[in-house]
């Protein structure tokens, strides 16, 4: 289905919505309902989160490697994991992406893309899913972003050998908080057993463990610093081809080294 009818009738109602001075209040009203938001997003004329404590997010950020993605998606599919409210799907959609399929296991902001998309007249598909349930999806997209999900996971690196494993056709769009040294360093493929000084480097790969809160948020668990976040990636099987912004990291497949075992998944991995 090309979702063209569905798309044209809600570009109608998303016009009529920027129209008259009753659809902006009903807009307002949804929003509300629907809040707290955290992407900001412009819907028929309401901002969502006009106090966004990192400013217009993710704009901000997008901005920053939107130049660096094909201008025309048209014939490529898209998988946008942790989507939240849909403002990168939606993006991807506006370049002509043929399909879009966004995942998040939180109902409020899957209610909230799903508003977004229709609102601004835009067909993607929303579904519940958890990173750690995308073998299921049994597709390969050529894009897949995964943004801004890593460190609220208590399973980072299973999460990454999943999306090699099962999702990413082509290239992976990955972003991380980082903390710690932004620095790299060049490392030996093995120390001796007495070599322990290395540890102290702190340009040294390290995964921060946050055992109760960071930023107000008992979700973040896991921040890299940059080695960290870039050996991640490498040992999960991805090669990094780009790195637009300081964050974001643009890879392809690349041989998983050391013959990494991808675990089927048991029941109830907690997410
Ligand atoms: C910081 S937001 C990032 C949203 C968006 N990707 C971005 O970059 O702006 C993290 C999102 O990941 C989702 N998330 C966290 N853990 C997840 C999991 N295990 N499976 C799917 N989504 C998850 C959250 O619900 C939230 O929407």
Known sequence: MDGRPQRDAAARRSERMNADGNGREAISARIRELGP???????GGVWTAPEHFLGNYPFIKWRKFAGSIPEDLTGKTVLDIGCNAGFYSIEMKR??????LGIDFDDRYLSQARFAADATGISVEFRKMSVYEIGALRERFDIVLFMGVLYHLRHPLLALDLLREHVVGDLLVFQSMQRGSPDLVDLDGDYDFRRADIFEDPRYPKLHFVEHRYAGDPTN????NRCCAEAMLRSAGFAIHGHPEEEVYFCGLAERPHGVAIPSLPMGVPA
């Open 95 to 100: 370049r002509g992406a043929s399909r879009v």
């Open 37 to 43: 938001w955290f992407h900001n997003m412009d819907i």
């Open 221 to 224: 668990w896991w921040l890299p």
